[in-house]
């Protein structure tokens, strides 16, 4: 009964978003937004916080992105695309 | 290894289907085109043709050597080996018999 | 567990083809169109991905964006295919 499987402790996704804590990512957003920030906290359905945010707006008709500043932001889960540590 | 496996609910010998059930379930055509050549129509207008290696019940599917083909009709590919996601499946059929 | 075994010698179900290309270089395709190269580190039973040395490619071409870690969000993955 020791060891039903051979289960080698296969490390899901989700426990490596965790080694992103107080780093800062950068999170792909739904409709050609990008967040960068410090994550503080996140939950199953990759809700988060990010604290010191700047988010990135593209727009179509300008190569630059706009940034808008935060001191402390919530992203629902559903909008988020994908999650990236940036090294800095 | 040693286990011997006397779990009473499988000692009914597992036929359910003794009451003539003529109902032919959803997940046994798909897995009838095992196999087979198949149409994978999703939601967003695309289309995958490939061969169905396998799926799962919520539909996840693998497929061999697929061509994708969007709305407009351009294709892309051939995909050696995939796993597309049943989230956005609409339908399945068999190109051959 | 036994019910459905009339293919099964030919038969790749998707948590068999997801254990044998862990580790190995992927193309994920996502809803979007945007599709990302990797090397595949771990997937679990929403598609959610991640991968390491990974590249954007939008509409075919590279967009020249390349991520060291990344992790997907499984809803916006359309298909995972070995490379």
């Known amino acids: 009964m020791a060891d039903v499987q051979p289960q080698q402790k296969q490390e899901e996704p989700l426990d490596l978003i965790r080694y992103q804590l107080d780093e800062t990512v ?35 008709n300008q190569d630059k992105p ?15 695309i994908l999650i990236s540590p940036v090294a800095e | 290894m040693a286990e011997v496996a006397t779990n009473p609910s499988v000692d009914v010998t597992g036929k359910q289907e003794e009451v003539t059930i003529s109902t032919v379930l959803p997940l046994e055509i ?6 087979k050549v198949v149409t994978v129509l999703l939601t967003t207008d695309k289309e995958f043709t490939g061969k169905l290696v396998g799926f799962d019940d919520f539909v996840n599917v693998v497929l061999e050597d697929v061509t994708e083909t969007d709305s407009e009709g351009n294709t892309d590919g051939p995909v050696k080996i995939m796993l597309l996601n049943g989230g956005q499946i609409a339908m399945i059929s068999s190109t051959e018999d | 567990m036994s019910e459905v075994s009339s293919n099964s010698s030919i ?6 083809f997801l254990s044998g290309i862990i580790g190995s270089k992927v193309s ?49 993955v359309l298909y995972i295919s070995k490379v």
Do not use: W
Not at chain 1, 29 to 35: D, F, Q
């Open chain 1, 66 to 80: 706009q940034g808008k500043s935060t001191d402390m932001v919530f992203i629902r889960g559903d909008s988020v």
């Open chain 1, 26 to 60: 950068l999170v792909k957003l739904r409709g050609a937004r990008e967040m960068k920030g410090k994550l503080q906290g996140y939950d199953s359905h990759c809700n988060m916080v990010l604290s010191d945010a700047t988010e990135y707006i593209y727009a179509e």
């Open chain 3, 28 to 76: 994920v395709k996502l809803n979007n169109g945007v599709s990302y190269v990797g090397n595949l580190q771990s997937i679990d039973g929403f598609m959610n991905i991640v991968m390491d040395t990974t590249a954007e490619f939008i509409g075919g071409a590279a967009s020249g964006t390349k991520y060291g870690d990344v992790f997907i969000r499984g809803n916006n």
């Open chain 2, 30 to 35: 798909i897995d009838k085109s095992i196999g």
């Open chain 3, 11 to 16: 038969k790749t179900d998707p948590s068999t």
